[in-house]
């Protein structure tokens, strides 16, 4: 057996910035209507229209910041559409997400309130593809002036008198694709240009975002970082974890890639699967380990000091979607390999967190690998929820020295390391690690030492983990996997002897 893993207690590296815990809520599918907004005059409890019950889940799991109202809802969104009394606010298409009608309700000060209720830093993203620099502009000073303008003024008379705070905003999305079909060097061109008249008003600084690459296309990360990295305090990468991706890449005589499309016509279901496709999700997850190094090297060339962040503001499993329903919603189930991957993916980016400074799971409710799932007035937390509960004790944590060796997972010939993890020493002492089997049918038994700590004496442990690989929380049945305490460990001195089941994720904390 060879999973060893040895800790050094007192070599603390970056702090894991709690915002690698962040959410995304984009107007697509039943994510804002019918998820988090369903109206003041809903028989199902709210306030001001936001359902109680989400807001009550989403702050036991302290959710650091959420990203609004894109995704690719925010190239064709214009931001006065959605401000004034609700009755006049004019009502359009969503051309992307379904072909439904978006009747603007939820808006700009709706979404502050949301944010306000989570207890969470709003992230917006502005509209670049279809937008306008003025367009822009103003809508930053809607929001964050506290001085005398034609827009202040409509602020005030839409019932807000004082500026909001706000410091992330997103200067475009996906301008590879949805945000514009660009090529990386008209974007960078267009960035600095918006980037100039998104001002920063008295003392609300904004921390400018400039929309990255697509996966592995490390030419736009190249671009980016050569020519608008001095405008900028982070760059965003978007990567979904699924196998089957057919994208139609248009390459460039100059290098550059430019996504038109993608043509998958079928990925795989959420929740019938055989172990070869839990295995390609797996490999799929495990890849992030390769794919946000390479943009890190990149970035590293040009900003050795790490004065930029990289982001991953759109990431998660993407499946079919669920039998019966619209297409466009991307409504999926969430499994126990939802979980796994979701740890896995936690796990890297907590360990790249001298230069990931937040992520942004797709999507928070009812849209792709969702924490919570409604249905009516019922409400189903998903296993993925459940991760995020464990992997809460990491945020604002010290990311320790560590050194994992595991043993092999082999599936259909190849092979991934079976355990993964992240190991952090929170503000009063205590060094939490979170652990991954990804291997669906065996065991795996861990030794872990944790060097100048002293005798261990008092451990507490929780997994999550079900019989089998497509275990789900239902509307009958909400709660067929949830997270149990964990007592399959052995401390022998400063060693701690771990046998985690199959296909599980493991919480182990050692108390000071």
Known sequence: MANQIIVNAKTEKSTINRMIYGHFAEHLGRCIYDGFYVGENSKIPNVKGMRTDIIDALKKIKIPCLRWPGGCFADEYHWRDGIGPKESRPSMINTHWGGVVENNHFGTHEFFDLCE??????YICGNVGSGTVREMSEWVEYMTFDGQSPVTELRKKNGRGKPWKLKYFGIGNENWGCGGRMRAEYYADELTRYNLYARDYGDNKLYRIGAGPRGANYKWTEVMMRDAAMFLDAIALHYYTRIGDKVIIEYLPDGNE?????SSKSRMSATDFDESQWFGIMKAALFTEELVSKHIAVMDKYDPAKKVALIVDEWGTWFDNESGTNPGFLYQQNTLRDAVSAGTSLNIFNNHADRIHMTNIAQ????????????????ILTPTYHVYDLY???????????????????????????????????????????LVNIDPGHAAEVTCHIADFGMIDVIE???????TMNTMNTFEQPDQIRPKKFTDFVIEGSTIHIKMPPKSVVLVSVKK
């Open 364 to 379: 928070t409710v009812n849209v792709l690998q969702a924490m919570v799932l409604t249905e009516g007035n019922k409400l």
């Open 392 to 434: 809460k004790v990491h945020q604002d944590a010290k990311l320790l020295d560590f050194a994992i060796l595991s043993d092999d997972y082999e599936c259909g010939g190849e092979l991934l390391k079976q355990i993964n993890g992240s190991i952090s020493k929170d503000g009063k002492g205590n060094i939490n690690a979170t």
């Open 258 to 262: 430019r996504y038109l499309r993608d």
């Open 461 to 467: 442990g929780t997994v999550l983990t079900a019989d």
């Open 117 to 122: 209720m989570l207890d969470t830093e709003p």
